[in-house]
């Protein structure tokens, strides 16, 4: 099973640009997230999915949006990326919400 | 207010050491999960521990362990002879069944194991 699989693994955008972080897990998980990783500021959450056509926002969600349309995609859109968008950004899921999460391998982007 | 505090930022200890890391939480929920991950240089997130809010019994895997203690809120991880392979960022994290279960993060604790 690859599990987790975030695609592209390094970004460099300009500000203003648009861009769509993909996600795709193949464990037939119900849950999937979206966190940033900010140096020396742990995870924030940005947008979660409990199931197919649900999706809710998490901490951090402006400047971002997500769709799920199938259970095993979770992209992330960026909008008229900005500078506050250079992260790392990690794609989750879990079976159960109260599940340990399995986690991508993350996007390094960065908005210049 | 923040959920998850992890007051040690940076730890150094020189190997075979025994190092704790510290963890303490808060919730008004009875029902909630806390976590623990590491993230290795490489930059991965590796779960390592789930305990729900109704199990307050330790758990040891290896040279893992950790002390949850509710009446101190807290989630305490401890390595026990630690090596260089354990040198990382360790994330103690919680989940509130009332927020959806959704794990919200501390800042970390980076881990630097001398040889």
């Known amino acids: 099973n690859a599990g987790v699989t975030q695609t592209p693994k390094f970004r460099i955008l300009k500000i203003g640009q648009s861009m769509t972080l993909q996600c795709t897990q193949d464990m037939n998980h119900n849950y999937m997230y979206w966190y940033r990783q900010d140096p020396g500021m742990g995870l924030k959450l940005i947008y979660y999915?409990?199931?197919?056509?649900?999706?809710d926002k998490g901490e951090v969600p402006n400047g971002y949006n997500v769709s799920r349309s199938t259970t095993e995609d979770f992209p992330l859109r960026l909008e008229l990326a900005a500078p506050s968008q250079t992260s790392v950004y990690f794609c989750?899921?879990?079976?159960?919400?109260?599940?340990?999460?399995?986690f991508g391998s993350g996007t390094r982007l960065t908005v210049v | 207010a923040q959920k998850v505090t992890q007051a040690q930022t940076e730890i150094s200890v020189v190997e075979k050491e025994d190092v704790t890391l510290d963890c303490v939480y808060e919730t008004r929920d009875t029902t909630y999960y806390l976590f623990w991950y590491k993230q290795p240089p490489s930059g991965e997130l590796v779960f390592l521990i789930r305990?729900?809010?109704?199990?307050?019994q330790n758990e040891i895997s290896g040279r893992y362990s950790w002390n949850f203690q509710k009446s101190t809120s807290s989630f305490n991880f401890t390595i026990t002879a630690s090596q260089v392979v354990d040198s990382a960022v360790y994330f103690c994290a919680l989940s509130e069944a009332s927020r959806d279960d959704k794990i919200i993060f501390g800042k970390g604790t980076r881990l630097h194991i001398l040889p």
């Open positions: 999915s409990v199931g197919a056509g649900i999706t």
């Open positions: 989750a899921s879990s079976y159960m919400g109260t599940d340990g999460y399995t």
């Open positions: 305990r729900n809010s109704f199990d307050e």
